[in-house]
């Protein structure tokens, strides 16, 4: 009974966390558009709350530089259990276009461990609103556990 | 002797319709706000499922007093509020209520983050403001009933919201500055209104951060109780002037623009305290 009261509040309540990890801000214009009154993710529960210690599912958009790399996870490790991660377009998945510069990492699963991909240059906010919708049900099931592994 | 079992079911009941009721509320207002700028909004229970899942969810502490801060907060709350219920004296409750509201400021300063840091000294300017209009209120009260108890209150003829016209317009300032509502949601920073990204509890997560909201849910219920206060001749007048405030303030809430705390002590503050002492002084006439 409590198990299901749980997993349904965790459903219904995912408070995210965006990050910007070195985006041309394409990806994120269609993340915050989301937001909108267009698409209005708010109708399921979600809040964009901006901190760490409050979100349960954290999107990253962009690639993964030398310098950011650190932030990146420490605002993974910041994050509550359970948790879920949610990399957005095409630099976010494999470094994109900036994949051979000398200073990117590369995707955002290089640093910490990702969930739900979603493709595109940049994804449409449809795309996003469903990998988040996706990443809820895996959050309902815990996430992953795994924690930050160096590289 | 047969008062005290009602009394004992009075007390118990009190914290559980308050829960119910500010949830709820908090619910309407989320859904309010979503349809004034043409959303659907999230549901109204809402509150209580975001409540769940912060309780089920790991809590971190940084700082034990982050444990401490919001049980006080939240057991002060509900004394003030068992006390209301009970008539108690407005004094007396006004007391409590403002013991347990300052371990909000002692865990946004207990708290390393700079945000937590910078919004708990916000919200010492916050208590202030708001505080010195309730007991602009108790004096009110005093002059108009000889007597900081609720209880004669209940047997006066007339409604005191036609004595104290002015009053109520300043209790309506502190209601929106204790509902963390723009323009007064410097501490709070919970809508990202202000140039803050995190109030007070930045550093708060899972069940800590759930009993802090509850504490805060609290607190609004007994500010709102407080709104009944100017209408106490009949039952359905005092609630649904409270329900006026409490939408009163979700409009402004919506319509107005991000300020500086500056403006809220040197414009709002004034301009409501002065109103309070203004119909202080017109009660003495």
């Keep these: 009974m409590m198990e299901k009261i749980i997993g349904f509040s965790r459903r219904k309540s995912p408070w995210l966390l965006h990050f910007d990890c070195g985006s041309c801000n394409g990806c994120d214009i269609e993340t915050v558009a989301a937001l909108t009154p267009v698409y209005d993710v708010e109708r399921f529960g979600v809040v964009n709350v901006g901190n760490p210690k409050h979100a349960d599912i954290l999107l990253v958009t962009g690639t993964v530089n030398q310098r950011n790399q650190r932030v990146l996870a420490t605002l993974y490790q910041q994050m509550p259990a359970p948790k879920v991660v949610v990399a957005i377009g095409a630099c976010g998945l494999s470094g994109g276009i900036f994949r051979q510069a000398p200073n990117v990492v590369g995707g955002v699963d290089r640093v910490i461990p990702v969930d739900v991909y979603i493709p595109g240059c940049p994804p449409r906010p449809e795309a996003i609103i469903d990998a988040v919708l996706l990443a809820v049900e895996k959050l309902d099931a815990g996430g992953k556990k795994t924690s930050v592994e160096k590289r | ?285």
């Design chain 2, 1 to 285: 002797m047969i008062g005290y079992p009602a009394k004992l079911l009075e007390i118990l009941l009190t914290p559980l319709a308050a829960f119910l009721l500010a949830g709820m509320l908090f619910g309407l207002q989320r859904r309010l706000a979503a349809r004034l700028q043409s959303r659907l909004g999230p549901p109204l229970w809402q509150p209580f499922l975001d409540l769940a899942k912060l309780l089920a969810k790991e809590s971190r502490l940084t700082n034990p007093w982050l444990a401490v801060c919001p049980r006080l907060q939240l057991a002060a709350a509900t004394v003030a509020l068992v006390l209301f219920v009970l008539r108690s004296d407005l004094l007396v409750i006004l007391f409590v209520h403002m013991a347990g509201g300052s371990f909000l400021v002692v865990g946004g300063l207990g708290s390393t983050s700079p945000y937590s840091q910078c919004a708990g000294q916000r919200q010492l300017w916050q208590m202030f403001a708001a505080e010195t209009i309730l007991f602009l209120l108790a004096a009110a009260l005093y002059m108009t009933t000889g007597s900081f108890g609720l209880e004669p209150l209940y047997t006066l003829q007339q409604p005191l919201l036609l004595r104290l016209p002015l009053m109520f317009a300043a209790y309506l300032v502190a209601l929106a500055i204790k509902m963390r509502k723009s323009p007064f949601d410097f501490a709070g920073a919970d809508h990202s209104h202000q140039e803050l990204v995190g109030g007070v509890l930045t550093d708060y997560s899972g069940r800590h951060l759930a009993l802090a909201e509850v504490a805060h849910w609290f607190e609004v219920v007994l500010y709102l109780a407080f709104g009944t206060l100017f209408w106490t001749t009949d039952f359905a007048g005092g609630l649904l002037l409270a329900l006026a405030s409490f939408l009163t303030v979700n409009l402004l809430d919506n319509s107005t623009a991000r300020l500086t705390w500056r403006w809220l002590l040197t414009r709002s503050w004034l301009a409501a305290v002065s109103l309070a002492v203004l119909n202080l002084l017109l009660l003495g006439v």
